[in-house]
């Protein structure tokens, strides 16, 4: 009977470890972790590629941003099929070497006329520039939705909007605002230096 115990124990020590090391392969980021290892990455694995169902679970995660009055102005078009992807890459002038392995690039616009408005009037001075705030923060969440799930972005502001529009249909009632590269880092970049955050921060 004894033996039948200890045997019994030590199923438990060999067995529960593989079990919870399974589950712990799952197991995400914390916030913080999130926040401190999330990088501009300039060069990505090119044998790691990024399902199109990832990248559903990813954007759906924008959809928590907020956005004045819930009008949810920013949009989205993602290239990752070889021919768009390709395409694309002759749009982001210098930045096309380092994203050449990067397997999907998103452009984000947004929706002039909705965010910071008012019965089809400007609230305040702001105007259209509360649709670039709102689309900031969607990218915002982006970018840290991706860096939860193991994923890594360059957001660029160098590129060619009117061959984007073209090539994407977008309509003329959206500014295109940024492409945004997402795949698997290659490498392991050093952190910035930060500036002190009394340089940012008034406190009164």
């Known amino acids: 009977m004894k033996k039948l115990i200890v045997l019994s124990i030590l199923a438990v020590v060999f067995v529960l470890p593989g079990c919870s090391q399974s589950n712990s392969s799952k197991t995400s980021l914390s916030f913080d972790e999130v926040l401190t290892s999330r990088r501009s990455i300039r060069s990505y694995d090119p044998s790691k590629k990024i399902s199109e169902a990832e990248v559903r679970e990813l954007l759906k995660s924008t959809q928590e941003a907020p956005s004045w009055a819930n009008q949810q102005p920013s949009k989205y078009y993602v290239a990752i099929s070889q021919e768009k992807l390709a395409a694309v890459q002759d749009m982001v002038g210098g930045n096309k070497e380092r994203i050449k392995d990067a397997p999907v690039l998103i452009v984000s616009t947004y929706e002039r006329g909705k965010s910071g408005f008012f019965q089809g009037r400007p609230s305040n001075e702001i105007g259209d520039g509360w649709g670039a705030y709102d689309n900031g923060l969607s990218n915002c969440y982006l970018v840290l939705k991706a860096r939860a799930m193991g994923f890594d972005t360059l957001i660029m502001g160098m590129r060619n909007a009117d061959d984007l529009r ?6 003329d ?16 970049p050093r952190q910035p230096l930060h500036r002190p955050l009394d340089d940012m921060v008034k406190f009164y």
């Open 166 to 171: 073209r090539l994407f249909n977008i309509p």
């Open 173 to 188: 009632n959206e500014t295109v605002m940024a492409v945004i590269a997402l795949g698997y880092r290659k490498g392991d």
